[in-house]
Nanobody
């Protein structure tokens, strides 16, 4: 089993920044893809960004150039630096993990790909 716990959400004005963190613990030796999803009220859960065990990353078009995904050297922490935030970034953000490489198998931005989910962290951007 793998446990994911998010932190760092909050409220910010348009143009501001927030940094989400995710603590990854448990049987992580076979985890190859970590990432972030988000879900706004009344919408489908959508992929934001993922990072593979080889360090490669994939971003949704809506956040490219504004968000940066990273992990620490021990791979026990995952981060999402969010800059130039917009009201449409308002959502619950979820940390996800999977035992298949990000670019293999089910498409990276499908929620079906991920076996492990955190409980979520709320991000609210006001105009």
């Amino acid at each position: 089993q793998v446990q994911l716990v998010e932190s760092g959400g909050g409220s910010v004005q348009t143009g501001g920044s927030l940094r989400l963190s995710c603590t990854v613990s448990g049987y992580t030796y076979n985890i190859y893809c970590l990432g972030w999803f988000r879900q706004a009220p009344g919408t489908e859960r959508e992929g934001v960004a993922v990072i593979d065990s080889d360090g490669s990353t994939i971003y949704a078009d809506s956040v490219k150039g504004r968000f940066t995904i990273s992990q620490d050297n021990t791979k026990s922490s995952l981060y999402l630096q969010m800059d130039r935030l917009k009201p449409e970034d308002t959502a619950m953000y979820y940390c996800v993990a999977n035992g298949v490489r990000c670019a293999r198998g089910i498409k990276w931005d499908s929620r079906l790909k991920y076996d492990y989910w955190g409980q979520g962290s709320q991000v609210t951007v006001s105009s």
